[in-house]
Each structure stands twice: as C-alpha cells, then as structure tokens.
C-alpha cells in the first residue's frame, strides 16, 4: 500500500507537532494501546482489522495495535480479535510504551480508568473513549489535562453511540448558538416505555422482556433511573453551551414509576412518554443568556413530534439552535458495532492528526454560565389524581394552582369507582412551584391519591 | 476579550503551519473575504456580527471581515450588515489581500466563482463555499488546489445546509464502511410532493403554490428537475464512499411527469412518492465493492420509513454503514439562516486551523471505484399501464417479464373506462433490463398506455 494517492498531502508532521510531543511522518504507523476488551473492545479490535486498509489511508499511515489491556489476561489470550497482539493486564505500562500514540479507553466505571486517562494524557498520547461516567464526572481534569499536553480528548461514543451528536456540538454547529438539545439516549428504558406502549404490560413485565432479550443489564439500575441519561445530558449540556456541567448538576428521574395507566392516558391524549434528556439555555425577556440547565425526566411528547415516534431501543437527539433551525438525529444509541463506528470515528481523527498536526476543538467551556438548579426552572405538570367526588371539589383544587399563581391548561374531570379521576394540565411554572402545589394537594382532605405527575415537554 | 479561557490552548500556530502558509498566533484576528451578498450572504454577515465574541473564544482569536465582493456595489453600500467593512466589485483583489486568510464563497454559478476559489486555493487561503454545483462539477481540481497548497476547503452548506452530513461522512463515520446514503435533499421538490399528497392537487397547482410561497424559484428547473438533488448526491457519493463522482455520473429524474393519480396510486399501497438521492456501494456475492453508483429520481418509499414522514420542505438524510447501522439526520435543508449556520461552522473549523494548525480532512478519493452507469444497477419499477380489457391480456403481458428474466412481486388488475388498470410492481433487476420492458410494453398491442413508472426504494 502507498499514500501517493491522486491527493497529495505535502503537509507532514514529522517534526513534531502533536502538542508538545512528537508528530508522526506521512506513512508511518500510529501506534495505539486498547483498554479493555468487553463488546466494544472486542468490536473495535475486529473492525481495525477488517477495515486496516481503508483505515490506513483516511489516516495517512496505518494503525497499529500495540497491546490490549484486560483483568484477565488467561480469559482473552486465544480469542481471533488478539492473534498477534499482546494481551496484558499491566494497563499502565502498555499506556507508557514509546511505540503507543493513541489509548482508547473501554473499561468503564470511573475511578480507575480516570487514573489511566490521565497519566495517558500527561504521557502526550491521545485518548478516545466512550466512557460517558467518566467523561460527565470528570471533564474538567480530563480536558485540562490533555490541553496541557496538548493532545486530543475524543469521547463521540459516550452519548448515543454512532449518532455523531458530540462531534456536531463540537464543529458543526461551532458557529451558531444552541438553544435547547432534548434526546432519547437511553435504549434500555426506550424499549421499555415503547413495549409499555405497544402492548399495554406493566413496566415489570416489560423490563423483564428488555432483560431477556438482552437490552437492560442483570442490574438495570443505571439505565431505569435515568444515571446513564443524566451522564450523556451534562455531556451534551456542556458542548452545546460552552459551559461545565457535571453529572452531579443534572437532575435525574428515572422510569420505575411509570405506570400501564400513565401510558394508556397518554395515548388517550395524543400524547407518548419518553424519558428525555433535556438541556436548556435560559434567557430573560431581552433575549440574555441568564443560564443553562440539564435535566432527565420521563417527559409526555406530544405524538406530532418527531421524539414520539421513536421507538424500540433507538435514540434520537433534537436540537436547536438560533441559525440552523430544528435538527435531528436518528440511529443506534448502543450495541457493540455502533459504539465501535464512534470509537473508530474518533480513532481515526486523533490519528490524523498526530500525521497531519492540529487538535480536535476541545472542550471549551468559555461561556460559563451560571448552571440553574431544576427548581428554579419552568416546567409543566400533567397531574392524575383521585378526588372526593362532592360539589365544589373542582373549584376548591383549581384555587390550590391559582394561589401559587399557577394556570391550567386543561383538566379533565371522570367518574371512577369511589371518587373521580382528575386530570389537570398546567401552564409553564416554575418546578419548584408546582412540586410545592403536588404536595399541598396530596395533603388535601379531597385528595385521596395523586396517581402520577409526569413533566410536559415545556 | 481574553483568550485565557479556564481551558489553556499551549500550542500556537504563529511560527507557519497552515500548509505551506504563515499561521496565526493565539488571539490574532482571522481576516476573511466574503464573496457574494444574496440571502446566505447577508445572514453570513449578520450572524459573524451578532455571534463574535462566541465565535473569537472558539476559535482562540476574532474573525474580521476584511471586504464583501458583489458584482454591484451600489445595490449593497450602506445596508446594515456590511457597515464599517469594504464593498468592492473586485473580488480578485479582495482575495488577493495578504490580510485575508480564508475566503468564502457564495456567488453561486460555476465558471466565475470556480476561478476565483482557484485563485484563492493557491494563494493558501482556505476556501468555505455553499456552492454545490461548483463542487459537484470540479471537486477533483478544486481538492488538488487545496491539498497542493496545504490549506482546507470545505462546504458543509453545499448539502442539505445546516444538516451536518458532509461533516459526518468526513469525520464521525471516518472509521466506518457507508453502504448506502438516501436522502431527500431538495426542499422545494419535497415540498411540492408532500402538497400534492396532502390536498391532491395537481404538479402544476403545487408547483404556483411553492413559487408563491418562495419555496421554488422564478425558473424552478434546477429544482423540479433534480439538478440541485443530483449535485448533492455527486458530493456525498464522493465522501462516503471515497471515490470521485461528478455531476455528469448522477442519473437525474425530476418530478415533472408525477401525477395527482401516481400520488393517490401510492397512498392506496400505503407508500409516498418522494425525490431521493440514492448512493450506493454496489457488492458482488462475496461482499466485495465492485462499484459505487449515484442517482436522483422519484421514489415510492413504504409509510413506514422514516423518509416517508420528512414533510414541507425539510431535508432528511438516511445512512448506512457496517458497523454504525442506519442513521437518520433531519432539518431544514435550504434558507439563508440554515444555510449560513453551515457556512459559520465551517469557517469555525477553518479558523481554527489557522491559528491551531492542522487540515480538516479533505475528500480523499483513493478507494476509487468505477462509477458503474445506472443502466446496469438493480431496480425495482412500479408500473401503471392501461390494457385492453380481454381475457389473456394478463397473462400475455407477464410473459413480457418472465421472457427478460424478470420476476414480479405484487399485479393488480382494476376495471376503468375503456380498458383495465394493470399495476405491476417488479422484482429487483437490472434497470436498463426494466427499461427494455417498458419500451416493449410501450408497443404491445394491448397496452393503451404507460400512465407511470416509478421506481421503488429497492
């Protein structure tokens, strides 16, 4: 294989311009160390083989896999991905090798592969991971990291996998301000709110389905109370708004209490739920940029919308931004082959350009604003409750909202067994507001049960 | 404004590293020569005003407009947006300013502005343009220029403008293999086609409706006819599969000949007639690319594909690559906001380089795969055709396709006036082989008429 393609790039590196580390010359191999060998490890691995040619020429000299780290080096030695490739559970001595350019990082959890990550980056190599635990609770030290050195951070598969959602807050709309980014990025809870909603099961059954079919995990914990949402939204919240959200800014509920009713009367008014990511710039009435913030919640989306109509475990981002106008973005937000096309994505640029010189914009979080807490945010409540079924009851309930200075979009009011359902609707308020008005009307002596509260897409 | 941001930049470009080209240092003005000033060019301007001080902090120093190039100054001094900046009819000049870094280009056409993104190309300027049929035609010599001189050319607004697709086959699906791109990527044409189904008017009613609502120009040609569709696809045919095609490979069918009776025809089969632009990698029984082809024509898509429901005049762009799986990126493709929120995210990226160092990666044709002629491609045709109405005439008729190898997957037969209707939808074969029956079919003695053909998504 040559590099003399019909398209010449006189523009090599080879004199140093990675950061303050060495470049590579045109053609020369890009040495890269994988951490972790689980089904995107494993993915990766086998795709760098498959397609080592094309890879070879996007990037101007071939990758060359120097070791891969694992726990178990006895479990992994023999397996068709590792042939000729040295197996090791010394993580840090193959991240320290000279011949290592690029550490792509698949362990997960946070602790450890933070002190991977960072001794990587301080060592002047790249690191792409997917590690969205890691990334949200730790950008700040990452990112400053790799600026010290000089060297790129990529982590496109941490949030929704190949939907190139980071790499579009990243570049393609560096030229326009985002104003609010709401996604499915969750797959697990997905399929189990569109089973919910398909086939009228309980939300034990249907996440005893996703489990057997192998989309929630033994522990669904992470995924079913929203954890994993909330990582991906203070990645999109800090990209999108040049601003540092954490994991910890992220308010987070997840779907355990959603119930067989709550979805059956959601479709009763055009309406699906979703477990939404949302991240938001606040502005005043003149238009400034008062602060952002990042939240995950099961949401009702109207059925119009192009959120609602996503079904299965498939994600989809919705952004919008002041120029651009409404974008989406649909696809796989998990599974083995999709993370491995992000990862590869990202591989391929870091690899560039440690050839071609240059840095992936960072993250840059020089707007700074101030990250506002979910209660001081406007929101709308759908609120189902059982009431005594007296005279008067309606009025006495709608001056609860009223006195909070709180106004209702619709209630609808229907005879059930010993009292009335009644469902009520509100206009924008703020959270904390209409959170203080549940809890006035759960003490209510008319009240006999507030049967769910789930937020509207405001 | 400093650029001390809490996110240290180490690495300058001051000492030359754009190509063969001197950089820029941290915090230095990028100088930038705005070529054209019609609806993207004055949002262009606008949105650079409104959005400096955003985008100096991503790009580590501020962008100055140093001089807007139209072909009549008069019309253009004293608007708002080019106030305190030069309005000059000679745009060689305004290239040629040793203070003017990177040029945009939005003059549309393709003779003049092509010899001036040259000129500017081997002054080592990086060149943004919107200016699809200039990239679709000259793509090879324009890429040449760039990469002889080391400095990046870009057009993300070329295609389907603020939908980031030419920036995902770039770069997130870099270390991926696309199999398939499909895309409704003309906003006037979609527009047109979803009127007629919604109300049932006829082409030409839609057609007044569009141009009085803007959404077709005075001569919608360029529109109707899927040049403007064909152009995008030479230009994502090129990047996704990495192999040079040009404007004059594209088959291209536009939307004039569909009938308020083929919209209504699809309904009833439960599909929608859109205008796509299909690229695909065509493989051999043992998955080996033998050759990719590009191609614009109307199309029966199934309801429940997620093209079916782009609606208006938005764009919507469907992905296929190995590892990544389907992927669906949805927006407005046209207008001057959306447009120029493209054109402002590639000049983010372009001025980053100057300052940062580094080459977006440019189109890379080294797969080079034959562009295989559309006549030799597997389609699949739906055809109406009015019959004399005599018993054998059915049987007569599907010997015509069993006699060219060709199998059929659904017929159906339906009383009308004079004759009977005969619906005949084809298995996958050779389009010049389905071309061949049509024109036998054309001059069957019991065939009346040819009322449509349109191809399935096959």
Redesign the interface.
């Known amino acids: 294989m040559t590099f003399s393609?019909?398209?010449?790039?006189?523009?090599s590196n080879a004199e140093g311009?990675n950061?303050?580390y060495p470049g590579k010359g045109i053609g020369e191999p890009v040495g890269v160390a994988v951490l972790g060998k689980g089904t995107v490890g494993t993915?990766v691995l086998r795709?760098l083989a498959e397609?080592s040619d094309?890879?070879a020429?996007?990037i101007g000299g071939p990758i060359e896999v120097r070791g891969v780290a694992v726990a178990n080096v006895d479990k992994h030695v023999g397996s068709p991905e590792v042939a000729g490739i040295e197996v090791t559970d010394d993580a840090r001595s193959l991240i320290a090798r000279e011949d290592v350019d690029i550490v792509v990082e698949l362990i997960g959890g946070i602790d450890y592969p933070r002190e991977l990550v960072l001794e990587a980056l301080k060592a002047g190599k790249s690191v792409v991971t997917a590690n969205k635990a890691l990334v949200a609770a730790h950008a700040d030290e990452l990112?400053?990291a790799a600026?010290?050195a000089?060297v790129d951070l990529y982590y496109?598969a941490a949030v929704a996998?190949?939907?190139?959602v980071v790499?579009?807050l990243r570049?393609?709309?560096?030229?326009?301000?985002v104003q609010r980014i709401s996604g499915i990025v969750n797959g697990t809870t997905n399929f189990i709110l569109d089973a919910m909603a398909t086939t009228g099961m309980s939300y034990a059954d249907a996440l005893a389905e996703a489990t057997r079919l192998g989309y929630a995990e033994a522990d669904p914990t992470a995924d079913v109370e929203g954890h994993d949402a909330a990582s991906k939204a203070a990645i999109l919240a800090s990209m999108g708004f040049?601003t540092?959200v954490t994991y910890d800014d992220v308010y987070c509920e997840g779907i355990t209490k959603i119930t067989a009713e709550d979805i059956d009367a959601a479709r009763q008014s055009n309406q699906t739920i979703k477990l939404l990511a949302i991240c938001e710039r606040l502005v005043d009435a003149s238009g400034e940029t008062t602060g952002v913030n990042a939240r995950v919640h099961p949401t009702l989306v109207p059925n119009e919308h192009?959120l609602a109509?996503v079904d299965k475990s498939y994600n989809a981002i919705f952004v919008e931004?002041?120029?651009?106008?409404?974008?989406?973005?649909?696809?796989?937000g998990a599974?083995g082959?999709?993370t491995?096309?992000?990862?590869?994505?990202?591989?391929?640029?870091a690899a560039?350009?440690k050839i071609?010189?240059?840095?992936a914009?960072?993250?840059?979080?020089?707007?700074?604003y101030p990250v506002v807490a979910f209660g001081e945010v406007d929101t709308r409540y759908h609120i189902n409750m059982t009431v005594n079924d007296r005279i008067g009851v309606l009025a006495d309930l709608a001056r609860t909202f009223s006195e909070s200075g709180v106004s209702l979009s619709a209630v609808r009011q229907e005879e059930s067994g010993d009292g009335a359902h009644l469902i009520v609707v509100t206009h924008a308020a703020q959270e904390k507001r209409l959170q203080g008005i549940v809890d006035k009307l759960a003490g209510h002596a008319d009240v006999q049960a507030i049967n769910s509260v789930i937020r509207l897409d405001a």
Chains 1, 2 share one sequence.
């Open positions: 393609s019909p398209q010449p790039t006189p523009v311009r950061g303050n993915e795709l397609f094309n890879l020429q996007r990112s400053e600026n010290d000089g496109e996998a190949a939907i190139p790499g579009m570049r393609s709309l560096a030229g326009d301000q040049h540092r192009p109509t931004a002041e120029a651009a106008g409404r974008l989406m973005f649909y696809g796989n599974g082959a999709p491995a096309s992000a990862v590869l994505g990202d591989l391929v640029g560039r350009n071609h010189g240059g840095r914009p960072a993250e840059n979080p020089y707007a700074n």
